[in-house]
């Protein structure tokens, strides 16, 4: 029982988090880019708050 248990919490630990690792880091760099162009389109446009 103490040898599965111990095995089984550090491989799903492990695999939870690298899991959601890459793909939040990846997310994040999409979103803010394509936030960016967006943003830096409009302010020269509008040039009103610029």
Same mark, same amino acid.
Do not use: H
């Given at each position: ?11 799903? +630990?492990? +695999? ?35």
């Amino acid at each position: 029982a103490p040898a599965t248990a111990p095995a089984t919490a550090p491989a799903p +630990a492990p +695999a939870k988090p690298n899991q959601p690792a890459a793909p939040a880091p990846a997310a994040r760099p999409e979103g803010s880019r394509l936030a960016q162009p967006p943003q830096a389109s409009y302010a020269p446009l509008q040039g009103d708050r610029a």
